[in-house]
């Protein structure tokens, strides 16, 4: 049997169409779906092939954790979105954005932003909730992974893999409903046009209101695609994707800030309490396509390119962040006001990727190689707004209230909290930012012995904003905003060493670096900042247990962030500069540690099992005394500890068709707010030794599933947050957003 090819865009399986292929030459290619039969049948990942690392390595060898999420898993748990998905992958969290206006995760310690987030292996802008009932499977890359991917963030990246076509005819149609008039029909249909083509067609809606007053949403998706067998060494995956989301902005229970400036979270506000407007909205609309060749040379040699393209758009209008204050005509009588901000933005994104995979002998030395190069290229345009019946600009310092002014909002008086007009708004400015980039990479996996391996990889990036150009609306000027022309270049090495004592353990350790770009001008020198450098040490074993089918993995790891910068603390008045130039300054460096245990597979045939445990330190270390960060703190929003545990059981006798599970998932305690800094307005001593970082509790949410099928139907009901369980999450210090309370759903199934 010819071995198969790992793609970025779907993986070679021989099991589904491998009757039209046994009158086939041994090393042609295996054109297949993107199922794997080993992962879906024992639901261990250590099985299955990745699609995410881009070489020929099965997990086993691949000396970092990589999680799988399965598409059965999804539907199952009936997940809504992304953040229900990753309550799977352990040591992944929630981390909470602005206006809770989308997915945000952190792993590690390190915030997971767009260079992390991808879409069959393309990167893909993640200021979006992304549909969930699209995807074939999610694969969680976790740590440093630089020399694979360029500049991501050191906690891991995320790859989101949607359903290829089958040339077998199937699908379903389904219908899911429940808390706060939510409903969602969805369709999945697939099958062949002839003999070398296939199609699949994923769609859903979703209408969808909330626990909280005024809150809605409202989502299109669209996932067409096609699969080519050109030849019978290579195939070509077309690919569409279109989502669009209209929902509204939710900036939470208010800012966390007491009258005498210290922090907790006491608002006296219920869960369901809306402190925008009514008619504030944030429309989001996202369009990608990919398109993926792949080619098998013979039996060693392989290739992989891929294309892609996506435009994004953002239209917003909302009040933010409500802030805590006094009304001036009452002293002692506590007030809130809320800024009104309008914008709009704008992403094309276009990237490409080849990928060569080979395998040869030197003597009795094994090697299978990895050659690649990535170049992308953005341009963003960033849209402000103004009023023209009063000329106020949009922003922090347009305050809105009920009557469209400056009307302020009081906690006693709940008609001050919603309403007021929509006013005017016309363009103001438009910021345009080009960015390229571009990475060549090879990788060496080598077997010393049937043992022992080595794996050697080594990436250069090369990354180019040029410069920034401002286009002002009332008077019609262009410009270059001086300065903002900067260039980077990184070296990423990678070293390992893996031990396979046999098939079923598997025990690495490595080494990675990755970096971070900076953007500014460094104060002492005026000089543009280098890319900060980042360490990665990791040690772990992956093990096989229960005749292969479940897979039981361990890890411990350090991060070390070496120069951390932030904004140019001005020492005369003891706040950040506002210096157009962008001046920063080193305040020190950051330090990850931490351990990750899982455990996943089907220990029977009727049993499956997701689970895991993770700690991680994250702190800030060697800072300046005049300037910086407090040592030893932990960063805000990385919980101490992370935990989850998911159960599922198939009855196959007696109440045959009946599957019922439970889930649970625990957040450890965590800060929020903001690190406390040595020096400046916000400094320990200037707020008379009230820190900036407040507590938020750990909590442990649990959701019971229950499902039975019946010939093509099945049936599903779901409890979620079963004790309801009130916590939040928290941007900053403002965005503090209730998680959602106990939510009934039920899904009903039909296959085609």
Known sequence: MKRQITTLGFLVISATISAQLKNTESDTLRITTIEDVNLHKSGNPN??????????????????????????????????????????????????????SQDSFGGRGFILGNDNMFKNGSRINSGIFPEVSGLERVEVLKGANAMLYGNTAAGGVINMITKKPKFNFGGSIGLNAGSWNSYKPTVDIYGPLSKNIAFRVNGAYEYAESFRDVVQS????????????????????????????????????????????????????????????????????????????????????????????????????????????????????????????????????????????????????????????????????????????????????????????????????????????????????????????????????????????????????????????????????????????????????????????????????????????????????????????????????????????????????????RDFYQAFIDPATGIATTDPRNLKEFVGKMRSRGVELDITGNPTTNLSIIGGISYNNSVYLDTPEKVGYVENQRLVRTPATTANLSLFYTFTQGFKGLKIGASAYYIGDRLAGWNDTKIGANSLAARNGVSRAFELKDYTTVSLSAGYEWKKFMIQAKVGNLFDVENYNVHENYSVNPITPRNYYFTLTYRL
């Open 47 to 100: 099985k299955a092939t990745s699609m995410t690392t881009k070489s020929n390595l099965t997990i086993m060898e691949t000396p970092q954790p990589v999680a799988i999420v399965t598409h059965e898993i999804i539907e199952q748990q009936q997940s809504r979105q992304l953040s229900d998905v990753l309550q799977n992958v352990n040591g992944m969290y929630v981390t909470s954005s602005r206006g809770n």
């Open 218 to 561: 409202e989502k299109y998706y669209f996932n067409p695609s096609f699969v080519f067998n050109l030849s019978p060494k290579s195939q070509l995956i077309v690919e569409a994707d279109y989502l669009k989301n209209n929902f509204t902005p939710d900036f939470g229970i208010g800012a966390i800030e007491n009258k005498d400036k210290s922090y907790s979270l006491n608002t006296g506000l219920g869960r369901n309490v809306f402190l925008g407007t009514d008619w504030q909205y944030q429309d989001v609309e996202q369009v990608s396509t990919n398109a993926t060749f792949n080619h098998q040379f013979n039996n060693n040699w392989s290739l992989n390119s891929t294309v892609s393209y996506q435009n994004y758009t953002k239209d917003y209008f909302s009040t933010e962040r409500v802030q805590w204050g006094y009304a001036t005509a009452s002293p002692n009588k506590l007030s809130w006001n809320r800024p009104l901000n309008r914008t709009y933005n704008e992403q094309n994104y276009t990237s490409a990727q080849v990928n060569l995979n080979g395998e040869f002998n030197t003597g009795s030395i094994n090697h299978k190689v990895l050659i690649g190069t990535d170049a992308d290229y953005g341009v963003s345009d960033s849209y402000t707004y103004y009023n023209p019946t009063n000329n106020k600009n949009y922003g922090t310092s347009y305050i809105y209230g009920t009557n469209g002014g400056s009307d302020l909002l009081y906690l006693d008086n709940p008609s001050t909290w919603i309403g007021g007009s929509m006013p005017e708004s016309q363009r103001l400015e438009k910021t345009r930012v080009n960015t390229r980039r571009i990475g060549v990479y090879a990788q060496d996996f080598v077997s010393l012995t049937k043992e022992f391996k080595v794996i050697a990889g080594l990436r250069w990036s090369y990354i180019e904003n040029m410069p920034t150009l401002n286009t002002k609306f009332k008077t019609n000027l262009k410009s270059e905003i001086n300065n903002s022309a900067t260039s980077d270049q990184a070296i990423s090495p990678k070293v390992g060493l893996v031990y396979n004592p046999n098939d079923n353990l598997s025990i690495f350790a490595t080494y990675t670096n990755s970096f971070v770009a900076n953007t500014g001008l460094d104060v002492s020198t005026l000089n543009s900042l280098k890319p900060s450098m980042v360490d990665q040490y990791e040690v772990g074993a992956k093990k096989n247990l229960w005749n292969n089918a479940v897979a039981v993995n361990l890890s411990l790891y350090q991060i070390s962030y």
